[in-house]
């Protein structure tokens, strides 16, 4: 009897199993499957057009190494993948104007493992890309960008997008017009190396991490504009060499730019920051060091040139360093006109300055006798005396005492080298 129940169980559930098969299950959606490409090889395509026109959504193309003299139009998603930037090349055969080599005009597409090349004109107003994005959510990581001429390496537009770890050489370097977008650890050799264009757009992006050196004697690094809020985050690059590192503002009016500059290293250029005509702007936590002009102001452009008392201002290389009181700031302001004053001046370049060695009060790079003598002038002293000074409180128990001058001692002489 038992074993009957369980038959019948058995054939529902078979029914059951088959309803389902009959009806419930839609037809499967086929794989996205991969497509090879090969200039000289056995593989799918010897071209890449072919092989993007054959692909459907959500493929991979796949691009051995070689040489490709085309053209591409990527219009619709699909990760294009290189070999390898050093030898999978595109390279346009357009020498005309207003060329691009590799259009993408879908969203969700990435684009990786080239050398992207155009030869590009002499024609400043029709300048060609390399590169240029229509699409939004797209992916464009560890190419190299060359050109030949007179061109640019990356034109962006749409939004969410992503520009990360590529080699960029171009007489312009990346248009950034692409809202909430990311300008990531680039190695970039370009005049203007990362600038917003004509259509001054609120970009809410951030330029993050990259290495921008050797433009020339008049161009910046990064120039941002506008005539609106642009709520653009500059942080953590490198900018060594250029004509100007950072040139922001107008070029007409007063504007709000809404831009933030911190945490970057701004070394041998010609001008570290040039603002023109804008408010809005904070700077600080950067390092100034050893540019011909650290800074250039016009239009009564007004920014923030630090975050209080706290965590502070900027390194000035050229700055006076003398910090009397141990808390890492010169006792000298930065005054560089009327409206602009960097109340905190570091005693330090900011990544040591966060990080000092032991001992190190007044956060000059050594532990030596300055450092002993600000210890010693609130030497026994405890919070509400009016010789206290929560700075060389370096163990923080509430008192000034020899446990203090100890670790001073402990690290006597010891220099940052
Ligand atoms: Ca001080
Ligand atoms: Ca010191
Ligand atoms: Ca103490």
Same mark, same amino acid.
């Given at each position: 009897?038992?074993?009957?129940?369980?038959?019948?169980?058995?054939?529902?559930?078979?029914?059951?199993?088959?309803?389902?098969?009959?009806?419930?299950?839609?037809?499967?959606?086929?794989?996205?499957?991969?497509?090879?490409?090969?200039?000289?090889?056995?593989?799918?395509?010897?071209?890449?057009?072919?092989?993007?026109?054959?692909?459907?959504?959500?493929?991979?193309?796949?691009?051995?190494?070689?040489?490709?003299?085309?053209?591409?139009?990527?219009?619709?998603?699909?990760?294009?993948?290189?070999?390898?930037?050093?030898?999978?090349?595109?390279?346009?055969?357009?020498?005309?104007?207003?060329?691009?080599?590799?259009?993408?005009?879908?969203?969700?597409?990435?684009?990786?493992?080239?050398?992207?090349?155009?030869?590009?004109?002499?024609?400043?107003?029709?300048?060609?890309?390399?590169?240029?994005?229509? !699409?939004? &959510?797209?992916? #464009? $990581?560890? =190419?190299?960008? %060359?050109?030949?001429? @007179? /061109?640019?390496?990356?034109?962006?537009?749409?939004?969410?997008?992503?520009?990360?770890?590529?080699?960029?050489?171009?007489?312009?370097?990346?248009?950034?017009?692409?809202?909430?977008?990311?300008?990531?650890?680039?190695?970039?050799?370009?005049?203007?190396?990362?600038?917003?264009?004509?259509?001054?757009?609120?970009?809410?992006?951030?330029?993050?991490?990259?290495?921008?050196?050797?433009?020339?004697?008049?161009?910046?690094?990064?120039?941002?504009?506008?005539?609106? !809020?642009? &709520?653009?985050? #500059? $942080?953590? =690059?490198?900018? %060594?060499?250029?004509? @100007? /590192?950072?040139?922001?503002?107008?070029?007409?009016?007063?504007?709000?730019?809404?831009?933030?500059?911190?945490?970057?290293?701004?070394?041998?250029?010609?001008?570290?920051?040039?603002?023109?005509?804008?408010?809005?702007?904070?700077?600080?936590?950067?390092?100034?060091?050893?540019?011909?002009?650290?800074?250039?102001?016009?239009?009564?452009?007004?920014?923030?040139?630090?975050?209080?008392?706290?965590?502070?201002?900027?390194?000035?290389?050229?700055?006076?360093?003398?910090?009397?009181?141990?808390?890492?700031?010169? =006792?000298?302001?930065?005054?560089?006109?009327?409206?602009?004053?960097?109340?905190?001046?570091?005693?330090?370049?900011?990544?040591?300055?966060?990080?000092?060695?032991?001992?190190?009060?007044?956060?000059?790079?050594?532990?030596?006798?300055?450092?002993?003598?600000?210890?010693?002038?609130?030497?026994?002293?405890?919070?509400?005396?009016?010789?206290?000074?929560?700075?060389?409180?370096?163990?923080?128990?509430?008192?000034?005492?020899?446990?203090?001058?100890?670790?001073?001692?402990?690290?006597?002489?010891?220099?940052?080298?």
């Amino acid at each position: 009897m038992e074993h009957k129940v369980t038959s019948s169980f058995i054939v529902a559930l078979f029914l059951l199993g088959s309803l389902i098969l009959s009806f419930g299950i839609k037809p499967a959606k086929s794989k996205p499957r991969t497509w090879t490409v090969d200039d000289d090889g056995p593989a799918d395509f010897m071209r890449i057009q072919d092989a993007i026109n054959a692909a459907g959504i959500g493929d991979t193309v796949f691009v051995y190494n070689g040489t490709y003299n085309e053209c591409l139009d990527v219009n619709k998603t699909i990760n294009l993948l290189g070999n390898g930037a050093e030898i999978t090349r595109i390279a346009s055969p357009d020498v005309g104007l207003d060329a691009v080599t590799v259009n993408i005009t879908a969203n969700n597409v990435s684009l990786s493992g080239f050398e992207i090349e155009t030869y590009g004109s002499f024609e400043p107003l029709h300048m060609p890309w390399a590169l240029d994005v229509t !699409g939004s &959510n797209t992916m #464009i $990581a560890n =190419n190299i960008f %060359e050109r030949w001429a @007179y /061109a640019g390496a990356a034109k962006l537009s749409g939004s969410h997008n992503t520009f990360t770890e590529n080699e960029v050489y171009g007489a312009r370097g990346i248009l950034l017009n692409s809202t909430f977008s990311v300008i990531s650890y680039n190695n970039i050799t370009a005049a203007y190396g990362v600038f917003n264009g004509e259509l001054w757009l609120p970009l809410s992006s951030v330029i993050f991490g990259n290495n921008i050196r050797y433009t020339n004697m008049y161009y910046p690094a990064i120039a941002m504009f506008g005539s609106v !809020g642009l &709520n653009v985050t #500059i $942080a953590d =690059n490198t900018m %060594e060499s250029n004509g @100007y /590192a950072l040139d922001l503002g107008s070029l007409t009016t007063l504007v709000s730019l809404n831009v933030t500059v911190m945490e970057n290293v701004i070394r041998d250029n010609s001008v570290g920051i040039r603002l023109r005509n804008c408010t809005d702007v904070a700077i600080f936590h950067n390092d100034l060091i050893n540019n011909t002009n650290q800074v250039e102001l016009t239009g009564s452009s007004v920014a923030q040139w630090d975050k209080g008392n706290v965590t502070g201002g900027n390194y000035w290389s050229d700055g006076v360093f003398l910090d009397t009181d141990g808390d890492g700031f010169s =006792n000298y302001y930065r005054t560089l006109d009327s409206l602009n004053r960097d109340l905190y001046p570091l005693m330090s370049p900011y990544w040591y300055w966060k990080n000092p060695i032991a001992g190190d009060v007044n956060r000059d790079m050594r532990v030596d006798i300055k450092d002993l003598a600000i210890v010693a002038k609130s030497y026994g002293t405890y919070p509400g005396l009016p010789k206290w000074n929560p700075y060389v409180d370096l163990n923080k128990d509430d008192k000034v005492d020899i446990k203090d001058l100890a670790l001073v001692a402990k690290h006597y002489g010891e220099v940052y080298a």
